[in-house]
């Protein structure tokens, strides 16, 4: 994840505290003195919508052996043994768990920051209300295109109305709340208008993430962006980003999954201002990239232990039958162990990267899809060679 309201603007947000302290590129798997990582929760796989880029194949059926209220607990207590600043409550549709605010508040009592990942149609203003009462600390809400486009990429008709009045609910009350957005072939034109929505409605946050080949995604590798498109959509979203700042609108704006962007920003800046440039290298690089199976990790609905929410099809244990930083901190597992220390497996052009130390080698679960190779290059680095120093 990169800010890039901290990287352009100078801007502190909650977030910027755990991405670029000093000690964020040394994290490994958390200490005693330390953070854990932040934890994705996919607490349940059902969901209300049947969205064509689901990592998580979720969808409308029941499925049993998901954690009951009492596993999760203990769980949650293991979270905060291990120092866990964030569990971030997704699915599926989190809110489709009837006891989603029980254990929101309970992770909230135990010192965890509590967030929500939804697609955000049912959320009515009694339940916004509950939420905020309850401590959640934040609440993301996805929106994949402006009208039939989000509907169409959503699956269901009324998804965008829906979500936007989720959102809505969530201003009204108080409840901080921002928007999610997953780049593809199909909506990357919508950017702008995503820009003007999110002024219009005064949305304080938004997510655009770059789509990960994992689950239903796996089929839309032929619908991901081109580099160009790729470069032309971080120009856009770091001109409006700037845009906003320089108009007093305090909007946090930030990239997912693909940490091209943090380089393609330093180049860009580079060009023309070396010294304000010179300060986002040295963010980069106390940052240290990609950090799936470091600062980032993620158990599904049965308790099992992945890198990431992209990532299930690597699992490293499960939360019923031992602790989760015990899972974390175990050196028999090979992938989890690579991904700690990296850099010696990458392949292809990251092992090659002059911007290796502020990439780390980009996202794993992308190379994987495309060549089979967990290891080698992230296809969707969208920088030329000659500015990653192969020519």
């Known amino acids: 994840m990169i800010s890039i309201t901290k990287l352009l603007c100078g801007t502190d947000y909650f977030g910027d505290s755990l991405r670029y302290s000093r000690s964020s590129k040394e994290q490994v798997h958390g200490t005693t003195r330390g953070y854990g990582p932040v934890v994705v929760w996919n607490c349940t796989r059902t969901c209300n919508l049947n969205c064509i880029h689901c990592y998580a194949n979720s969808g409308a059926q029941k499925n049993s052996g998901e954690l009951t209220t009492q596993e999760a607990k203990r769980f949650i207590d293991n979270l905060a043994e291990f120092n866990v600043p964030?569990?971030?409550?997704?699915?599926?549709?989190?809110?489709?768990?009837?006891?989603?605010?029980?254990?929101?508040?309970?992770?909230?009592?135990?010192?965890?920051?509590?967030?929500?990942?939804?697609?955000?149609?049912?959320?009515?203003?009694?339940?916004?209300?509950?939420?905020?009462?309850?401590?959640?600390?934040?609440?993301?809400?996805?929106?994949?295109?402006?009208?039939?486009?989000?509907?169409?990429?959503?699956?269901?008709?009324?998804?965008?109305?829906?979500?936007?009045?989720?959102?809505?609910?969530?201003?009204?009350?108080?409840?901080?709340?921002?928007?999610?957005?997953?780049?593809?072939?199909?909506?990357?034109?919508?950017?702008?208008?995503?820009?003007?929505?999110?002024?219009?409605?005064?949305?304080?946050?938004?997510?655009?993430?770059?789509?990960?080949?994992?689950?239903?995604?796996?089929?839309?590798?032929?619908?991901?962006i081109n580099r160009d498109e790729a470069r032309a959509a971080m120009d856009l979203i770091m001109e409006r980003t700037v845009d906003f700042h320089r108009r007093g609108l305090q909007k946090e704006i930030l990239t997912v999954d693909n940490h091209a962007d943090g380089v393609y920003?330093?180049?860009k800046i580079n060009h023309d201002n070396p010294e304000r440039a010179a300060g986002i290298l040295e963010l980069l690089k106390a940052n240290g990239g990609n950090r799936t199976g470091i600062a980032i990790g993620a158990v599904d609905w049965y308790g099992d232990v992945h890198p990431d929410q992209f990532t299930q099809n690597h699992t490293f244990g499960n939360v019923r039958q031992r602790k989760f930083g015990e899972i974390w901190t175990d050196p028999s597992q090979p992938v989890l162990a690579g991904l700690k220390d990296r850099k010696s497996l990458l392949k292809g052009r990251c092992a090659a990267c002059r911007w290796l130390d502020i990439c780390n080698g980009n996202f794993r679960a992308r190379a994987e899809a495309v060549t089979g190779d967990f290891w080698e290059s992230d296809p969707a680095c969208y920088l030329t060679d000659k500015e990653i120093g192969l020519r």
């Open 265 to 267: 920003i330093y180049l």
């Open 86 to 224: 964030v569990l971030l409550f997704s699915g599926g549709e989190p809110l489709l768990r009837p006891d989603l605010p029980e254990l929101v508040s309970y992770a909230g009592n135990k010192g965890i920051r509590p967030t929500i990942s939804t697609n955000g149609t049912l959320l009515d203003r009694d339940f916004t209300v509950t939420l905020k009462n309850i401590g959640t600390g934040y609440v993301g809400i996805s929106l994949d295109g402006i009208g039939e486009n989000n509907d169409r990429f959503r699956g269901h008709k009324g998804a965008f109305a829906a979500a936007l009045k989720g959102i809505r609910n969530c201003i009204a009350t108080g409840q901080r709340v921002g928007l999610r957005f997953t780049i593809n072939r199909h909506n990357y034109r919508d950017l702008n208008t995503i820009f003007d929505l999110i002024e219009a409605e005064n949305i304080p946050r938004a997510c655009f993430y770059h789509l990960v080949y994992s689950g239903r995604g796996s089929k839309m590798i032929e619908e991901d």
